[in-house]
């Protein structure tokens, strides 16, 4: 089934991206469960715009408890708060759009994510730092990552911020000037050599997605198919 342009035109105006986005997380999630993951692993879908961290902070900053014991048995409590500070720094949170492979052997530990990315990932050069950095964080952590940028509305392109961040030469960049895109990265190591192995896969509109590789740490390398869980999206979608 063709990608359609979720950010452009007739099907922007009548539907959200965030839904659409937020689904297709899911449906490749319930695809990795069902048909993929071997059995002692799992994926999880995670969805946080940056909109929303206001909210999510100020739940993580209700005041911590501390209890004892009455005399009576019961406990009292105490409510604890941080001193206010001037400090205050400007910050920018991405979008969070992915999925988590968690190997639950020994574990639970994270070896692979897949990056949805989103137009707040893309709109100001300190977001593009911003994702190009938590990409940067899995690598250099040895977990495998998909990044899937169909993103119509602003043409940036990430795999280009990560390499910079990294330090690498412009020979590394993504090698056409596709605006759409996907990317897998496996960190390895050979001959005593630390490496990054890339796969880049162009994407169009009114074009087929493709299967790409999704690298597991210290595990096998598997496939994701961006059609099937595509198709089952706007399936269920009713695009």
């Not at 940067?136 to 990044?147: D, E, K, T």
């Not at 890339?198 to 690298?215: C, E, I, K, R, S």
Request: some cysteine.
């Amino acid at each position: 089934m063709p990608l359609l342009d979720h950010f452009r035109g007739e099907l922007a105006d009548r539907r959200h991206w965030e839904s659409f986005h937020g689904l297709w997380a899911a449906a490749i999630t319930m695809h990795l469960n069902a048909k993929v993951l071997p059995p002692d692993y799992f994926a999880e879908a995670q969805v946080t715009l940056s909109r929303k961290i206001e909210g999510d902070v100020a739940t993580l900053e209700e005041p911590r408890r501390s209890s004892a014991v009455e005399g009576n048995g019961g406990v009292a409590v105490q409510t604890w708060a941080p001193p206010t500070t001037a400090l205050q720094i400007p910050a920018t949170y991405p979008d969070d759009i992915e999925v988590q492979i968690i190997h639950q052997m020994g574990g639970p530990n994270l070896v692979a994510a897949i990056e949805l990315v989103s137009p707040g990932n893309k709109d100001r050069p300190e977001a593009r730092r911003a994702f190009a950095a938590k990409c940067a964080a899995y690598l250099q952590r040895g977990v495998g990552l998909v990044v899937i940028d169909v993103v119509t509305e602003r043409h940036a392109n990430l795999h280009d911020e990560l390499i910079e961040l990294l330090g690498q030469p412009s020979q590394f960049a993504y090698p056409s000037d596709s605006v759409l895109y996907a990317v897998a990265y496996r960190p390895t190591r050979r001959d005593e050599v630390n490496l990054l192995e890339t796969w880049p896969y162009d994407l169009a509109v009114g074009q087929p997605l493709p299967t790409v590789p999704l690298p597991l740490r210290r595990g096998p390398t598997l496939p994701l198919e961006l059609e099937t869980t595509y198709t089952t999206t706007r399936a269920g979608s009713r695009l």
